[in-house]
């Protein structure tokens, strides 16, 4: 049964808990937006990302979730989302909460998208497909960013010398696991030589925790090369990414906010499988070694990590070619 916009007055989408899957969770907001224009939408997310969404004009409201609240502050939250009277709701985490929530219209409770859709963003439209309600992939309106987010990246590069207008590459180096992270030796050469071979200011970005590998990686770098490591916000980022030349980055949030806006994206991949995450812009390249266990997808490498440990600067260097 496919549903009508007249049936769908309240939806809710039940988001993920961590900020690289919340972002590729966003295709499924803009075609439902697109489907139900004149539908009430909320979103319940985890808060390490709310800040992406709560200027977000398509929505009417951000609630947050917190994974580690008490069950009496979970049975709470369900009770409140109860009294909301949603008609329809979206559940990408593949919970309970729809049962709970009481809504007349639900996704599809313990079924998985079929095996031949391998990426994520494919398998979260799945769910609204199998609704009836059409959808269209990944667009560029998919991640809003508030005009004014543009004025303060504006101010904080100034001091810099950089002006969003001119040519830069954005790098980052950090992940929220350390598997998934390239060497900052390969870091290092590889950014010694774009400064030496294209001529372009580099701007490092990361989390706080990132500081010491960009400090490492950047030490005896000569050229225009600024950190901003733990100085921008999740909506700055998307405003540098939107306007660089080419992001360079390993299977990490600045990754997916590259899908969202289409950015020039070189992504380096090791245990992780980039037929599930990797950048979907026809302007990209992934970069990683041909080992008989990657992609592995475990928490613990059982060997030597060589398929990051082994990839060469020259590999990614050859793939920022590509698209330069």
């Known amino acids: 049964m496919r549903l009508k916009e007249d049936d769908l007055k309240r939806i809710l989408i039940i988001s993920l808990s961590n900020i690289g899957d919340m972002l ?42 917190d994974k580690e609240a008490s069950l009496r502050e979970k049975w709470d939250l369900i009770r409140s ?9 979206v ?23 079929p095996s031949e859709l391998r990426h994520k963003i ?17 667009r560029k309106e998919n991640l809003w960013i508030p005009s004014g987010v543009e004025d303060q990246m504006r101010n904080k590069l100034s001091p810099l010398g950089v002006r969003l207008e001119d040519p830069f590459i954005v790098v980052s180096p950090g992940s929220k696991s350390d598997l998934k992270r390239w060497r900052t030796a390969g870091f290092r050469e590889l950014s010694d030589r774009l400064l030496r071979e294209k001529r372009m200011p580099l701007l490092f970005v990361g989390d706080p925790q990132d500081r010491a590998a960009v400090e490492t990686i950047t030490a005896s770098l000569q050229g225009p090369v600024h950190s901003l490591v733990g100085q921008t916000s999740l909506l700055d980022l998307a405003v540098l990414i939107r306007e660089a030349k080419l992001l360079i980055t390993n299977d990490s949030a600045p990754l997916h906010v590259a899908t969202l806006l289409g950015t020039p994206t070189v992504a380096i991949f090791g245990p992780t499988d980039p037929k599930k995450y990797g950048p979907r ?34 590999e990614v260097y050859q793939a920022c070619c590509k698209l330069l």
């Open 24 to 65: 590729l969770t966003l295709p499924v907001l803009g075609s439902l937006r697109r489907a139900f224009p004149s539908a009430e939408v909320s979103l319940l997310v985890g808060r390490a990302g709310g800040d992406l969404f709560l200027q977000d004009p398509r929505l009417r409201e951000v609630i947050l979730y």
């Open 81 to 89: 989302l109860r009294k909301k009277r949603f008609d329809l709701v």
């Open 91 to 113: 559940d990408l985490r593949n919970s309970l909460f729809p049962l709970f929530i009481g809504a007349p219209h639900h996704t599809r409770l313990f079924t998985q998208a």
């Open 122 to 138: 494919d398998r979260h439209l799945w769910k609204l497909n199998a609704l009836g309600i059409p959808t269209d992939g990944w």
């Open 281 to 314: 812009s026809p302007r990209s390249e992934v970069v990683r070694k041909e080992l008989f266990c990657s992609p592995c997808e475990k928490a613990q490498c059982p060997y030597h990590h060589e398929c990051m440990e082994e990839l060469e600067a020259e």
